[in-house]
């Protein structure tokens, strides 16, 4: 293991939607990503999801509800809540998600990815 640089890392890639694994931890995985625009409404029927803002604001809909995440704030979604991230400007994230986790849960999309790249 090495000491890893969550700024360094977000240089490494462009991409939006697609988060890439830094790292893991008893069973769970560490998740960076870019995002911008809006995602799709999906949930995780076994699995919690937490959101961590790095850069920017992000916005979670839930169907009777909107949260707003400003940098440096989290926020857990409970399994089974569904929920849509929009970014309006681009916004860096980390994921904490479980290594069963399922990108869009069982939602398949054009966004949607099966595995998750390492950098």
């Known amino acids: 293991m090495s000491v890893i640089n969550i700024q360094e890392k ?7 939607w697609s988060p890439k694994k830094v790292g893991q931890l008893n069973g769970q995985q560490i998740l960076l990503a870019k995002l911008k625009g809006e995602f799709v409404f999906h949930k995780h029927d076994n699995e919690d999801e937490l959101f961590m803002v790095i850069k920017g604001t992000l916005d979670i809909e839930f169907r009777d509800k909107t ?7 989290f926020y857990i979604v409970p399994k ?14 980390v994921l904490f998600e479980p290594l069963s986790i399922k990108h ?9 990815v099966d595995e998750y790249e390492s950098i």
């Open 67 to 73: 949260i707003t995440l400003n940098e440096g704030e």
């Open 104 to 112: 869009t849960g069982d939602i398949i999309a054009d966004i949607t």
């Open 10 to 16: 977000f240089k490494l890639f462009q991409d939006l």
């Open 80 to 93: 089974g809540v569904e929920h849509k991230p929009i970014a309006k400007e681009e916004v860096h994230i």
